[in-house]
């Protein structure tokens, strides 16, 4: 059945026009067909009629490659990341692409308390770093289901047991994670999650984006955020607790301004992050679906649009990448790439005033995040 759906899938990619394709070299669904605990890995191709396409693996459930078409229809892989499984099963991958959790970005001293219980969770001594510990979602094996959903459009389930315990969080958590590539040259990604203990939850997407399509810094990229605040943060980026308005700062983005613009300036926040390592407080209707940020490259002509439900995004604009070698023979340097990620605030289990992570029995939680590309 599987080797069924992946022949269909390639067949469906294979007819995408000459127009599109004319510099394009997809991955290989062959690189990354290997077994790992006696559990598959593939590579899921989901396409449009405008040639847009994306490739994700089940194995932490990684956008891959994103191809997107330029001014000019020329697709362009938009996303950082590697070519083959090998690669991303060694250690170098790190979260690039993939589904992070259980809790996106920082917990201040790996700890939290719940009902009275305090958790210890795994990972970095000081601080624990943007996945839910040694045992992140970027290791994870997803169960895979490609589809076509109820509008024509190709979409990848993918679904994962978190048992309880795992990196210190409680409660067996089921997550469920579709992929769906629209006809408006979007992809759209929708997690849902249920535990049957109480415990926190936080998930988001850990893709780079490089709007070139190659290993060229963003910052001379147009970015504008619908946040009035930002989180400021101590040394190892964790938030303070303070939620501090962004004007006057080089934090504020409500008017598109090159991203480079301000990145370097003697402002604290900024030192600590070596440049933008943020969350935003976006300005979000009561959990609506609502469009955030834009992104806009001149050179390409490709504008990013992100929409969220959700109370928080970081910006983080690839500081710490330092000559990481990536997908056809490209060299990731600093800033080569930019994370826009969709989610609850960081350390938020351990801040009465941020929203509440908390998940419990009954309850389901709920995110969706919309990457949209257009041409200027």
Known sequence: MRNNILTLLVVALATISCDHRSATT????????????????ALYNLTNSNGMT???TNYGGRVAALWVPDRKGELRDVVLGFGTVAEYLSDKAGNHGAVVGRFANRIDDRKFTLDGTEYLLAGNPDAQIAPGGITDFNRALFVPRPFTNEKGEQA??????????????????????VYTLTEDNALRI????????????????????????????????????????????????????????????????????KIGARIDDDFEPLT???????????????????????????????????????????????????????????????????????????????????????????????????YRFGTV
Do not use: W
């Not at 980026?237 to 504020?252: F, K, L, Q, R, Y």
């Open 272 to 370: 600590i992050g070596e440049g933008y390592d943020h969350c935003y407080v976006l300005n979000i209707d009561n959990g609506a679906l609502t469009p955030v940020a834009t992104v806009t490259d001149s050179v390409s002509g490709i504008v990013l649009e992100v929409a969220t439900d959700q109370p928080g995004m970081q910006l983080y604009t690839g500081n710490k990448l330092n000559g990481l070698p990536g997908k056809r023979g490209q060299v990731y340097g600093k800033r080569g790439g930019l994370c826009l990620e969709t989610m609850h605030f960081p350390d938020s289990p351990n801040h009465d005033n941020f929203p509440s992570p908390v998940l419990r029995p009954g309850e389901t939680y709920r995110q969706s995040c919309i």
């Open 54 to 56: 994306a490739q994700i």
């Open 156 to 177: 990848l389930e993918l679904k994962y047991r978190s048992p309880d315990g795992e990196a210190g969080f409680p409660g067996n958590v089921d997550v469920t994670v």
């Open 190 to 257: 929708d997690y849902t999650a249920t535990t049957d203990k109480p415990t926190v939850v936080s998930l988001t997407n850990h893709c780079f984006f490089n709007l070139r399509g190659g290993a060229d810094d963003v910052l001379g990229y147009d970015l504008e955020i619908d946040a009035d605040y930002y989180l400021p943060v101590k040394a190892g980026n964790v938030p303070t607790g303070e939620i501090a308005s962004v004007t006057g700062t080089p934090m504020d983005f409500r008017a598109p301004r």
């Open 26 to 41: 997809f991955l290989s669904a062959q690189d990354f067909d290997t077994t790992v605990n006696g559990q598959q890995i």
